[in-house]
Structures are given as C-alpha cells and as structure tokens.
C-alpha cells in the first residue's frame, strides 16, 4: 500500500470547518424548512463568521448539493444479491431500512422535493440515478426471491412493485406530516413507514419468506 | 317542493364571473404553478379589471381555497358498497379512475401539497377530511371483497394496503413529474398512476376477481 502523505494542519481545520458547516445546516434544515433558512442563520448558530462561511461555500445551494451528494453516498450502500431466499428477505429489509434511515438524516430535502428538483437539474439528475440504481437493485433482489421460489410475480409485476417501493419510501414522511403535524413527526413514523413498504412486497412472498417478512415489519409497528 | 325564487340578473351575473373566475386560475395554476400566479395576472387572462376580480375574491389564498372545496366535491362521489364481487372489483376501479381525474383536474394542488397545507390550516383539515373518507370507503369496498370471497387479506392487511392506495394516488404525478420533466406530464402519466395503485390491491385479490381487476389495469398501458 502506498503511504498518503499526511495532510497539513490547514486542510485539516478546512475539512473539519466543512463538516460542521454540514452538519449545523442539515439540522437547522430539517429543523427549519430549507427555504426558511439563511447563510446568515447558518453563520450565526456555528459562531462563524458570514466571511468565514462564504470562504467555504459561495451560497446556500452549494450547502444544499453537497448534503445531496453526502445523501446519494448514504443511499448507495447495497447488499450483494444472493441465491439464498432467508438471505435474500433480509438483504431486502435492511436495504429499505438503511434507505429510509437516510431519508429521515436528509428528511428536509424530502419536504419540498418538487421545488429543490425543479430548481435544480444537476440535483434532480442526482435523484433519478438514485431512482435507478435502487430499482435496478431491488429487481435483483426480486429475482432472487423468484428464482429460489420464495416469490411469485411477474416481470410486469415486479416492475411495477418497485415503482410503487419507491414512491412510497419517497413520499411517506410528507403524507405523514400532513396526516400528523409536521413538528410531531418522529422516528416512529419513519418505523410505519418501514412497515407500509414490506407490506407492499409481502402479498408476492409465499410461505417462509412471507412469514419471515412479516415478522420484521411487526417489529416497526408493535 | 317548495319554489325557489328565479335568480335576478346580478346574481346570474356574479356567477358566471365566479365561475369565469375559478376556471382560468385553475387552467393557470395547472399551467404555471400557483406560486407563479397573481391575482393580476389572473385578472389580465381574463381580460378583467383588478378592482372586478377584488370584488368577488379578495385575494389570491380565497381562490385557492375555493378550488380546493370543489376538489373535495369531486372526491365525494363514491359508489355505494355492494355484496356481489364483480360489481366491488368495478366499484373500487371506477372510485379510483374519479379519484385520479380528479387529482389530474386539480393538479396544482399537489404540486406542493405539503406547503399549501402546512400554510393553511383549514386546508389541512379538508383534505384530512378526504383522506379519512377514502380509507373508509376503501376499507368497506374490501370488507365486501373478502366477505364475497373475491379477496383474502387480514384487517391489518387491509389497512396498511388503504394507505399505500392513498399515498400512491397522492404522489404519483410528483414522482412522475421528477422522472420526466414537468412540462411533458400528461393524461398518460395518470393512467400509469391507475395501473399502479390498482397493482396494489391486485395481489390481495383471487381467481375471478384478480383477473378481472389485472384486466382493468392494462387498459391504461397498452
């Protein structure tokens, strides 16, 4: 392995001053509503200077990107597709359940989705390869399930299973919000919704997988 | 019958310009985005002055509200529930064909859903208000599926298959919007919105009834 030579004590205070910046503004996002939410009022609750803060990002949409990009990253973590149907039911609920981890850590890029993408194309084409990617793994994971007998779907089937994962795991937190009231929302209405999508996929499972499956989304909601 | 009194001319008049009035800001709000909207741009389409339009809505949130009252009008027209399978299974496709056109009609209203309402309570409250009554009609339509031996699926199953109903129906044109380009939705989207939702129930479903409601969700692909 080749040594990395290490950093100097300026790119080291630069990354660190980059990760506060990171992690003060998700959670006055998430806090706050994005939109509400000024570089000043990012300066000031870090105690930073506006100068200091404009040094390492121009404006608010950079913040913005970068957190998308450090979402993307979360959301790339995939289990390997297997043969095994025990294996392949576990690799799908801990894909969703990490999946929706992410979603609630990045929870205000889901609050206005339509605007942040429509202002934005390099985000929304950030967002519709994360679309991709997770429909192109959770086909996999489909088929694996098929192929080891433990569901029953077609390809029309499984295709459009998967759109519906999707908008499900999308949208979730903004029905409850709206059902709820936002300021109420809490990691248990994350838990339902770990719940309402395995129950998406349960009815295509049959015997074991579908009683394995239904005892892991039990655990969201007993 | 008691008579009603024949409307004077004003009253007609007035009407019609409501009517005039409704019909333009929703062919605006679908076009642009209600955000984008004025009340003068409003007045402009219409070739009417600002003082008239103030007359009837004193401002733009009036007509928002307005709109959104004739939405749930729309949302009310539900079948009445009936014990043979055949006819629930086109019950629960025709309350969901209405339920879309409708969605379709008024789309603006749920390009930002969540802001709309968290801005205005009493919107809040009516759409909760639909949202509650199209998960019990929902739930009594599959109570008379399962008691015609047309479907099997659990109480619990039933209600976590009723909200992912309502959070597809809800969020399909937002997802869809983010997969293509906002601009180019159209009618076609909402029929795909049609086969997906009823892709939900389709699984829970048996023998006939399956086959009949598969066969009235590939009329809106093929």
Not at 111 to 134: A, G, P, Q, Y
Not at 155 to 181: C, H, K, M
Request: net charge neutral; charged share 25%.
């Amino acid at each position: 392995m080749k040594k990395r030579a290490a950093p100097d004590g300026n790119a080291l205070r630069t990354q660190r001053t980059v990760e506060r910046v990171l992690a003060g503004s998700l959670a006055l996002f998430n806090a706050e509503g994005e939109a509400n939410v000024t570089t000043g009022m990012i300066a000031a609750a870090l105690d930073m200077s506006p100068g200091n803060l404009y040094y390492h990002f121009r404006n608010k949409e950079q913040i913005v990107e970068a957190l998308f990009r450090r979402f993307e990253a979360r959301m790339d973590a995939d289990p390997v597709p297997t043969v095994d149907a025990a294996r392949a039911v576990e690799d799908l609920w801990l894909s969703l359940h990490l999946a929706l981890e992410a979603i609630w850590e990045y929870r205000f890029l889901f609050r206005n989705l339509d605007d942040l993408l429509s202002r934005n194309r390099r985000l929304r084409e950030v967002f519709n390869r994360i679309v991709d990617r997770k429909l192109a793994a959770f086909t996999s994971l489909c088929e694996s399930l098929a192929s080891a007998g433990a569901m029953r779907a077609t390809p029309d089937e499984i295709r459009a299973l998967g759109r519906n994962v999707l908008v499900v795991a999308t949208y979730w937190l903004n029905f409850q919000s709206i059902r709820r009231r936002r300021e109420d929302l809490s990691s248990e209405d994350l838990g339902l919704g770990a719940y309402q999508v395995l129950s998406l996929v349960a009815p295509y499972l049959r015997d074991d997988a579908r009683a394995h499956l239904d005892a892991l989304g039990r655990q969201y909601i007993e």
